[in-house]
């Protein structure tokens, strides 16, 4: 689709920190006019929900496994939205998608060794 291109993956030890980014790759899709998302998927599971956040930034919600851990915020002037994830444990290795609209990212690998 192109309209969402996330960046920022890598390999970190458990407890290390990493922030991921997505930005819109199509012009004229507009990250403002949607709730945006982070999805992931582990190898050998089904893909799942870690964060939102609302239009307004005023509304953000996190799985229970994240939660306290985990930051979605967006910067609709740039077009952009972020995962700040400190304290990372093996458990959330996994490829980590961004959604915007109707549009994902092409995700990116995320691995904690332990």
């Known amino acids: 689709e192109g309209a969402a291109a996330g960046v920022g993956g890598g390999l970190v030890q458990a407890g290390g920190s990493l922030r991921l980014s997505c930005a819109a790759s199509?012009?004229?899709?507009?990250?403002?006019?949607?709730?945006l998302a982070w999805f992931r998927q582990a190898p050998g599971k089904e893909r799942e929900f870690v964060t939102a956040?609302?239009?307004?930034?005023?509304?953000?919600y996190y799985a229970d496994s994240v939660k306290g851990r985990f930051t979605i915020s967006r910067g609709n002037a740039r077009n952009t939205m972020y995962l700040q994830m400190n304290s990372l444990k093996p458990e959330d290795t996994a490829v980590y998608y961004c959604?915007?609209?109707?549009?994902w990212g092409q995700g990116t690998l995320v691995t904690v060794s332990s």
């Open positions: 959604n915007a609209g109707s549009s």
């Open positions: 199509a012009s004229g899709y507009t990250f403002s006019r949607y709730s």
């Open positions: 956040i609302g239009r307004s930034s005023s509304s953000t």
